[in-house]
């Protein structure tokens, strides 16, 4: 079993529509970061977050620690959020390099 | 406003072949990393670095080398090229990844490697 599980893998949604992407894991953390993937490639860290709620703009990310579980939103989609979401944790006590990384969430949104 | 730059962004390469991947940032960030991601996993950590003259293996360090002579530069080595390391690989840096005081990390475009 993966240390660090996202859900669902794929996402097709319509413009306007309220995403979810979600985060387990199973790894004591001291911090969790949401990235973002373009498909062209390029990775940008989206939010870093070790308790509570972060908000940018449209996306807000939620993080559980007692219950190991993260999630991100995206509030009024549109098509240039197309992009795959990744998840990785900091695992607590770890080497200093030690980022887990989920295998990320492709979300596809339709004009 | 450079950030962390990767060249090439695509290679083709010989089995047996090596070469060297550059990674370079601009923002005097102590930490620097190496990630290799292959279709359908999560990124892999290969080597990282928390300073110059101080690397050490990720994950799977199997088949490359680094160095860290300069803040700014931490190339990745692949000695002789194996078709298992066909993948997309990232260079990524960070101010500090210490417990307590992570901070995010900045990627490059990526390289894209083949070897046939």
């Known amino acids: 079993k993966n240390e660090v599980e996202q859900s669902p893998q794929n996402l097709t949604a319509q413009e306007g529509e309220f995403i979810t992407i979600n985060c387990s894991y199973s790894?004591?953390?001291?911090?969790l970061h949401w990235l973002q993937q373009h498909p062209g490639g390029g990775i940008v860290s989206l939010f870093m977050l070790s308790s509570g709620k972060k908000k940018h703009g449209r996306l807000i990310a939620t993080i559980n620690i007692q219950e190991k579980h993260s999630s991100l939103h995206i509030t009024a989609s549109h098509p240039r959020d197309s992009a795959v979401y990744i998840c990785?944790?900091?695992?607590?006590?770890?080497?200093?390099?030690?980022?887990?990384f989920g295998k990320g969430t492709k979300l596809s949104v339709k004009p | 406003n450079a950030g962390v730059t990767q060249t090439p962004k695509f290679r083709i390469l010989k089995i047996g072949q090596s070469m060297t991947l550059q990674c370079a940032q601009d923002?005097?960030?102590?930490?620097m990393y190496w990630y290799r991601q292959d279709p359908g996993m999560g990124l892999k950590l290969i080597y990282y670095s928390v300073g110059a003259g101080i690397t050490d293996k990720g994950e799977v360090p199997n088949g490359y080398n680094v160095s860290r002579s300069t803040t700014e530069d931490f190339p990745l080595r692949l000695e002789l090229a194996a078709p298992s390391q066909t993948s997309v690989y990232f260079c990524?840096?960070?101010?500090?990844?210490?417990?307590?005081?992570?901070?995010?990390?900045?990627f490059g475009d990526g390289t894209r490697l083949s070897i046939l």
């Open positions: 790894v004591g953390i001291s911090a």
């Open positions: 990785a944790v900091v695992n607590y006590g770890g080497s200093q390099g030690n980022l887990i």
């Open positions: 990524a840096s960070s101010y500090s990844m210490i417990a307590g005081n992570n901070q995010p990390q900045h």
């Open positions: 923002m005097n960030h102590n930490y």
